[in-house]
């Protein structure tokens, strides 16, 4: 199968890509990311599921027909041909500020031995790049408390409260 982009590389920042460490490469999720562990490097941050390839790829497909609200990214090290750090940002339709858009960033994770190398910096600072481009009034995103400092040194704010509400277990599709 030819490998296919999530979307174009012109919503990648240049200045992340100059920052990685050499032989590691910023771009949008890609088709064949399945073999290189995108789902691994998922699994450091919460459950991900065993995924099967074709669930993968059917996932990929939707996200790939939506690809003007969803941007999943990688940074992957070349010499092992290996996905490191992940994270996505979702463009959402506002009727407020007259049909303003709000990036949602989510699902940031980066492999074990890979951290400490600022490979989580670079991922959001990618994904706020990615927000302006797209025309974002703001980019927003939920964090555990421990993570407050962290963000903070990535330009974010905190303010308001997070609120959840977890679906039944027995109602909810897993």
Not at 47 to 62: I, L, M, R, S
Not at 96 to 105: A, F, Q
Request: charged residues 25%.
């Amino acid at each position: 199968m030819t490998e296919i982009s999530l979307f174009e590389s012109y919503l990648l920042s240049p200045e992340v890509q100059s920052q990685l460490p050499s032989g590691y490469t910023l771009r949008a999720l890609r088709s064949n990311d399945y073999e290189r562990g995108f789902l691994d490097v998922l699994a450091v941050l919460t459950e991900v599921g065993n995924h099967t390839k074709k669930e993968f790829e059917e996932q990929f497909k939707y996200l790939k027909q939506h690809n003007h609200e969803y941007h999943t990214i990688t940074i992957t090290d070349d010499s092992k041909n290996q996905v490191v750090a992940v994270g996505t940002i979702f463009v959402e339709r506002k009727f407020v500020h007259k049909n303003g858009l709000v990036g949602h960033i989510e699902d940031i994770a980066v492999r074990n031995n890979q951290q400490g190398k600022k490979l989580g910096l670079r991922i959001i600072q990618a994904l706020k790049y990615i927000g302006a481009k797209r025309g974002c009034y703001k980019v927003i995103l939920d964090c555990s408390e421990k993570n407050v400092p962290f963000y903070e040194k990535c330009g974010f704010k905190q303010k308001e409260v997070e609120m959840a509400w977890y679906v039944p277990q027995e109602k909810a599709r897993l």
